[in-house]
């Protein structure tokens, strides 16, 4: 497990008092309240909560597309005032344009930041070739099933070399079998490439298997119920969800799910 | 495969009795060929004009126009519907006037286009790009509009500017609509044309049509409007096989 | 939400008409727009009172309307007809819809002096006109409304006992009736065109000569007024049908339009 040593790099992402309320034709919404933990530099941690806890404004506002009502968010010491480069973010729908192929998908973050493609493009392949499909670089994504799809994502996502990688329950659209492939897939990639990672998902099993820290969200307004390190050693693999520390775990979280307030 | 043959044939036969009813009316002792020229008649007046020659000028007309006015009403409608959606200030003041133009015959005008840009091509290409504009504007807008969200965060997440979402997002999404828009935008075009030419011109097929009938030379305006019908059927489907190549993703 | 961002949307197109009548006024008034190219609005305005004064301007609309109005009812009937035959009878559809669509490829507009040397001068050929101008977009879209129907409702009633009329006024129709309006609302645009181009060609009255006849001797100020009025017709015609499509059929959102070209 990549452990942030003592006085290393400033944690990646760092939630302080984390506020955010909106308007709504029935007055005032408070989505997220007091949010407060942190990402450290190569650590995954993953967010668990039930619907409508606020886990997806949570990633907005680490893209940058929101602004917080109150309290901070900052990446590598800078507070997030808007989109930033050291971010990539993989949605719930792989979200692919279908009419470029695989390869110009992944090269999209890159032309849309003005960036160099050339040097780019060597990269593209690359991540393809990490996340076996670089068989299918000239396809398109109406030719790929779900879970390759899902993959390329993971590939753009990557692309400009982000420090932080955003993930919104990115298996959710996918069926059960293929969620637990993806699962041992994401852990090998992210393994590979030493980045931050903060996962959202409601499913306990995958939060469990994937992270060194789980997170865990009340619903609305969102806060943080409690935080629970995982222990298990990496890497993991599929034996490790039937082993006694992983049940244990993962009942340790259903009975701070059981004791939550329903929204 | 069965239903489609069942079709067809029963589409044939429909046909086949058209087409005797028309032979029987219009044997002599019939109707009057200045009322109802037989099946022989403009049969004979589509030779004259298509292998003689007559109509050749005539179609280059009509067609020159139609693309003219196309081309541009449409390339003005996108662009505007393209800046209207780049600038949403611009939107809730243009779009509902826009929309409610859509309403207004605007053929009603051609005369007095006519009236300034006289009897030449200027004023038929004008009408049609008059009438090809609004359905082009619309449906710029609606297609431009009509992106995935989730899209739109990804581009936004990457800091993309407007303009380049406008390129590399906005106009792929919208294609389906603007290929729509084209299909009807074709039709107008022909319909601004052929009634510029109704009003005033010394050629193209409405002026055929317009001068035969002072003639009661009905065989011959039956030709003309076959083919005009010719010529409406072939754009479309120009229309749909330039759609099926572009827009590849969506099956249709 | 603060105070001007509620109502500008909806004030928005009309500051936009204000600001047209402003340019116009300016154009005329001030930058001195040869009256050639652009009358004086108050010219324009004065002229249009006379005509409603002496009631020629209403005559004019009245003409032009009645004859799209009838032709649209007519045209409108037909098509409904038509598509709930096809719809309850599938070699009906099959003889017809393809020679439909080949009908529905000529420019109707191209009819218009081949209606005149049939029929004559006067309101009949527009209303001919604008029937047939009509026919396919109802149609089109009855055809699809009613062919969309859920068959699992038909099923129903069928098992409780109905016969097939009682399936058609209480399922078929209430679950076309909003495709159906769709192809309506489509048609009144077009009908209106239909009727104006029909007096283009060759009409005795209506807004149609009124702007001809204007247009040739450079009357801007009686262009403007009849294109006014025209619009004006327009625009609360299509408002009306959607007014009566709201009322009528309360529960359902607006199906896309089959589209369809006149």
Same mark, same amino acid.
């Given at each position: 497990m990549q452990q942030a040593s003592e006085g290393s790099a400033q944690a990646a992402l760092s939630i302080r008092k984390l506020d955010l309320a909106y308007a709504s034709s029935r007055g005032p919404v408070?989505?997220?309240?007091q949010l407060d933990f942190d990402v450290e530099a190569g650590a995954f941690v993953s967010v668990l909560g039930p619907s409508g806890c606020g886990k997806s404004t949570l990633l907005r506002l680490a893209c940058g597309l929101l602004r917080p009502s109150g309290g901070s968010i900052a990446l590598a010491g800078r507070p997030i005032e808007g989109p930033r480069p050291e971010v990539g973010i993989v949605f719930q729908q792989p979200t692919l344009l279908p009419w470029k192929n695989v390869l110009d998908n992944v090269l999209v973050p890159v032309r849309a930041r003005g960036a160099d493609v050339g040097v780019a493009r060597l990269r593209a392949l690359e991540l393809l070739r990490m996340v076996k499909l670089e068989a299918f670089a000239s396809h398109y994504p109406h030719e790929l099933s779900g879970g390759m799809q899902q993959r390329v994502g993971i590939a753009r996502a990557l692309v400009h070399d982000p420090a932080l990688l955003l993930m919104d329950e990115p298996f959710a659209a996918l069926d059960a079998m293929t969620r637990e492939n993806m699962m041992v897939e994401l852990q090998r990639i992210w393994r590979g490439t030493g980045k931050s990672v903060l996962f959202i998902t409601h499913s306990i099993p995958e939060a469990v298997f994937l992270s060194d820290r789980v997170v865990v969200m009340s619903p /609305? &307004?969102?806060?943080?119920v409690q935080t629970l390190a995982i222990d298990l050693p /990496? &890497? /993991?693999?599929?034996?490790t969800m039937g082993s006694p520390r992983f049940a244990a775990l993962t009942n340790e979280l259903r009975q701070v799910f059981a004791r939550m307030e329903p929204a | 495969m069965n239903d489609r043959l069942k079709t067809a044939a029963a589409s044939l036969s429909t046909l086949a009795i058209l087409t005797l009813w028309w032979w029987a009316m219009t044997r002599p002792g019939g109707l009057d060929k200045s009322v109802l020229p037989s099946p022989h008649d403009v049969a004979g007046a589509l030779h004259a004009g298509l292998i003689t020659g007559t109509l050749h000028a005539h179609i280059l007309a009509t067609g020159k126009a139609a693309m003219l006015g196309l081309t541009i009403g449409v390339s003005l409608g996108v662009a505007a519907g393209a800046l209207v959606v780049l600038v949403p200030l611009l939107e809730m003041f243009v779009l509902p006037v826009v929309t409610a133009m859509q309403s207004i015959p605007k053929v009603a005008l051609a005369p007095l286009v006519v009236a300034y840009l006289g009897f030449g091509i200027a004023s038929k290409v004008f009408t049609a790009a008059m009438l090809t504009f609004f359905p082009a504007f619309l449906a710029a807008v609606a297609g431009l509009r009509a992106v995935d969200a989730a899209h739109l965060d990804l581009y936004r997440a990457c800091a993309a500017s407007p303009l380049h979402t406008l390129w590399n997002l906005r106009i792929p999404a919208a294609a389906p609509y603007l290929f729509a828009a084209l299909q009807v935008a074709v039709i107008f075009s022909l319909i601004g044309v052929v009634v510029s030419e109704f009003i005033a011109a010394t050629e193209g097929l409405g002026y055929v049509i317009k001068a035969r009938s002072l003639e009661l030379d009905v065989s011959m305006m039956f030709a003309a409007i076959l083919v005009l019908c010719a010529i409406g059927v072939a754009a479309g489907l120009a229309v749909q096989l330039l759609q099926r190549r572009l827009v590849f993703w969506r099956r249709p | 939400m603060s105070g001007p961002r509620r109502w500008l949307p909806a004030l928005a197109p009309f500051i936009t008409l204000g600001l047209l009548l402003l340019a116009w006024w300016l154009a005329t008034r001030v930058f001195g727009a040869p009256a050639m190219l652009l009358p004086d609005p108050w010219i324009t305005l004065q002229g249009l009172a006379t005509g409603l004064r002496s009631g020629e301007i209403q005559g004019d609309a009245l003409a032009t309307l009645s004859a799209a109005v009838l032709g649209y009812l007519i045209g409108a009937l037909l098509a409904f007809g038509l598509a709930a035959a096809m719809a309850m009878c599938r070699p009906l559809e099959r003889m017809l819809l393809v020679p439909l669509m080949a009908f529905q490829?000529?420019?109707?507009?191209?009819?218009a002096p081949l209606l005149y040397l049939w029929?004559?001068?006067?309101m009949q050929s527009s209303v001919a006109l604008v029937a047939l101008a009509c026919i396919y977009p109802v149609f089109v879209n009855s055809l699809t409304g009613l062919r969309a129907v859920d068959q699992n409702l038909v099923d129903l009633y069928r098992v409780s006992g109905a016969g097939e009329l009682r399936i058609l006024w209480s399922v078929r129709l209430p679950s076309a009736a909003p495709q159906v309006f769709v192809g309506l609302e489509i048609s009144v645009v077009f009908a209106l065109l239909a009727a104006v181009v029909m007096e283009l060609v060759a009409g005795e009255r209506g807004l149609g000569v009124r702007i001809q006849a204007a247009s040739a001797t450079l009357d801007m100020a009686t262009v403007f007024g009849a294109v006014a009025v025209l619009a004006a017709i327009g625009v609360t015609a299509s408002a009306a049908l959607r007014w009566l499509r709201r009322k009528l059929l309360f529960w359902q959102r607006n199906p896309a339009a089959v589209q369809a070209t006149a």
């Amino acid at each position: 497990m990549q452990q942030a040593s003592e006085g290393s790099a400033q944690a990646a992402l760092s939630i302080r008092k984390l506020d955010l309320a909106y308007a709504s034709s029935r007055g005032p919404v408070q989505a997220l309240l007091q949010l407060d933990f942190d990402v450290e530099a190569g650590a995954f941690v993953s967010v668990l909560g039930p619907s409508g806890c606020g886990k997806s404004t949570l990633l907005r506002l680490a893209c940058g597309l929101l602004r917080p009502s109150g309290g901070s968010i900052a990446l590598a010491g800078r507070p997030i005032e808007g989109p930033r480069p050291e971010v990539g973010i993989v949605f719930q729908q792989p979200t692919l344009l279908p009419w470029k192929n695989v390869l110009d998908n992944v090269l999209v973050p890159v032309r849309a930041r003005g960036a160099d493609v050339g040097v780019a493009r060597l990269r593209a392949l690359e991540l393809l070739r990490m996340v076996k499909l670089e068989a299918f670089a000239s396809h398109y994504p109406h030719e790929l099933s779900g879970g390759m799809q899902q993959r390329v994502g993971i590939a753009r996502a990557l692309v400009h070399d982000p420090a932080l990688l955003l993930m919104d329950e990115p298996f959710a659209a996918l069926d059960a079998m293929t969620r637990e492939n993806m699962m041992v897939e994401l852990q090998r990639i992210w393994r590979g490439t030493g980045k931050s990672v903060l996962f959202i998902t409601h499913s306990i099993p995958e939060a469990v298997f994937l992270s060194d820290r789980v997170v865990v969200m009340s619903p /609305r &307004p969102g806060r943080v119920v409690q935080t629970l390190a995982i222990d298990l050693p /990496r &890497p /993991r693999n599929i034996e490790t969800m039937g082993s006694p520390r992983f049940a244990a775990l993962t009942n340790e979280l259903r009975q701070v799910f059981a004791r939550m307030e329903p929204a | 495969m069965n239903d489609r043959l069942k079709t067809a044939a029963a589409s044939l036969s429909t046909l086949a009795i058209l087409t005797l009813w028309w032979w029987a009316m219009t044997r002599p002792g019939g109707l009057d060929k200045s009322v109802l020229p037989s099946p022989h008649d403009v049969a004979g007046a589509l030779h004259a004009g298509l292998i003689t020659g007559t109509l050749h000028a005539h179609i280059l007309a009509t067609g020159k126009a139609a693309m003219l006015g196309l081309t541009i009403g449409v390339s003005l409608g996108v662009a505007a519907g393209a800046l209207v959606v780049l600038v949403p200030l611009l939107e809730m003041f243009v779009l509902p006037v826009v929309t409610a133009m859509q309403s207004i015959p605007k053929v009603a005008l051609a005369p007095l286009v006519v009236a300034y840009l006289g009897f030449g091509i200027a004023s038929k290409v004008f009408t049609a790009a008059m009438l090809t504009f609004f359905p082009a504007f619309l449906a710029a807008v609606a297609g431009l509009r009509a992106v995935d969200a989730a899209h739109l965060d990804l581009y936004r997440a990457c800091a993309a500017s407007p303009l380049h979402t406008l390129w590399n997002l906005r106009i792929p999404a919208a294609a389906p609509y603007l290929f729509a828009a084209l299909q009807v935008a074709v039709i107008f075009s022909l319909i601004g044309v052929v009634v510029s030419e109704f009003i005033a011109a010394t050629e193209g097929l409405g002026y055929v049509i317009k001068a035969r009938s002072l003639e009661l030379d009905v065989s011959m305006m039956f030709a003309a409007i076959l083919v005009l019908c010719a010529i409406g059927v072939a754009a479309g489907l120009a229309v749909q096989l330039l759609q099926r190549r572009l827009v590849f993703w969506r099956r249709p | 939400m603060s105070g001007p961002r509620r109502w500008l949307p909806a004030l928005a197109p009309f500051i936009t008409l204000g600001l047209l009548l402003l340019a116009w006024w300016l154009a005329t008034r001030v930058f001195g727009a040869p009256a050639m190219l652009l009358p004086d609005p108050w010219i324009t305005l004065q002229g249009l009172a006379t005509g409603l004064r002496s009631g020629e301007i209403q005559g004019d609309a009245l003409a032009t309307l009645s004859a799209a109005v009838l032709g649209y009812l007519i045209g409108a009937l037909l098509a409904f007809g038509l598509a709930a035959a096809m719809a309850m009878c599938r070699p009906l559809e099959r003889m017809l819809l393809v020679p439909l669509m080949a009908f529905q490829s000529i420019p109707k507009v191209a009819l218009a002096p081949l209606l005149y040397l049939w029929i004559g001068f006067g309101m009949q050929s527009s209303v001919a006109l604008v029937a047939l101008a009509c026919i396919y977009p109802v149609f089109v879209n009855s055809l699809t409304g009613l062919r969309a129907v859920d068959q699992n409702l038909v099923d129903l009633y069928r098992v409780s006992g109905a016969g097939e009329l009682r399936i058609l006024w209480s399922v078929r129709l209430p679950s076309a009736a909003p495709q159906v309006f769709v192809g309506l609302e489509i048609s009144v645009v077009f009908a209106l065109l239909a009727a104006v181009v029909m007096e283009l060609v060759a009409g005795e009255r209506g807004l149609g000569v009124r702007i001809q006849a204007a247009s040739a001797t450079l009357d801007m100020a009686t262009v403007f007024g009849a294109v006014a009025v025209l619009a004006a017709i327009g625009v609360t015609a299509s408002a009306a049908l959607r007014w009566l499509r709201r009322k009528l059929l309360f529960w359902q959102r607006n199906p896309a339009a089959v589209q369809a070209t006149a």
